[in-house]
């Protein structure tokens, strides 16, 4: 399973734009990465998934390097909606019950 | 998502009491999941479960079991609840159709004095 590393706690303010890098080394061939938000209280909600490259919806996009060992999940233009925890996570997708929360990236947006 | 309703939303009990946390989802998936999220962690997985036959054990399922009732309701028991158990619970769902994108309910937040 490949482990994932992101900081552990951001800040920045709105109308900025957020840049959340996750680092997984150990990424096997078949894994996607996929960002989920979570509010206090609520259960996480899908932002985002890629394999490679640049994906984008309309919430965010994810910029994945060719080597896969990292990916950035970028917000433009935050608000203070915005404020939340942000899990980078990496599995193979034949099965969610390998995939493993880490403790995510707390982001906190000022006014 | 509103199409994963779990109940309670709050539950306070006493150590040693047999609790019932029920998930219901109207998404139409077969594989669901419990989860548990303690303060400032990450969720882990107790147990999932693929169809009506299929339960599985998670990475923390001591202490916890299951039953998936039907495709739509799938429900977390503890048997002898203890203090340590008190956590965030939640249950989800999947499709790998969707590359297993999980859509969680709202939670539970269990309290066990």
């Known amino acids: 399973l490949a482990k994932t590393t992101q900081p552990i706690s951001m800040d920045s303010y709105e109308g900025q734009e957020v840049n959340i890098t996750c680092s997984h080394n150990?990424?096997?061939?078949?894994?996607?990465i996929t960002w989920y938000q979570q509010f206090p209280s609520q259960g996480p909600r899908f932002i985002i998934q890629g394999y490679k490259t640049k994906v984008t919806n309309e919430v965010a996009s994810l910029f994945i390097p060719a080597d896969r060992k990292s990916s950035t999940l970028s917000l433009p233009r935050v608000s203070l909606s915005d404020t939340a925890v942000y899990y980078c996570?990496?599995?193979?997708?034949?099965?969610?019950?390998?995939?493993?929360f880490g403790s995510g990236t707390r982001l906190s947006i000022r006014p | 998502d509103a199409d994963v309703t779990q109940t309670p939303r709050n539950r306070i009990t006493k150590t040693g009491k047999r609790i019932m946390l029920e998930c219901s989802q109207t998404k139409g998936h077969d594989r669901m999941y419990w989860y548990r999220q303690d303060p400032g962690l990450g969720l882990r997985l107790i147990y999932y479960?693929?169809?009506?036959?299929?339960?599985n054990k998670g990475e923390i399922s001591d202490g916890y079991s299951v039953s998936r009732q039907a495709q739509a309701k799938f429900s977390l028991s503890l048997e002898s609840a203890i203090p340590n158990q008190t956590a965030l619970y939640f249950c989800?769902?999947?499709?790998?159709?969707?590359?297993?994108?999980?859509?969680f309910g709202s939670g539970t937040q269990l309290s066990v004095l």
């Open positions: 150990n990424i096997a061939t078949n894994d996607y």
């Open positions: 996570l990496v599995g193979d997708y034949s099965s969610a019950s390998k995939i493993i």
């Open positions: 989800a769902t999947s499709d790998p159709g969707q590359n297993e994108k999980l859509f």
């Open positions: 479960s693929f169809d009506v036959k299929d339960i």
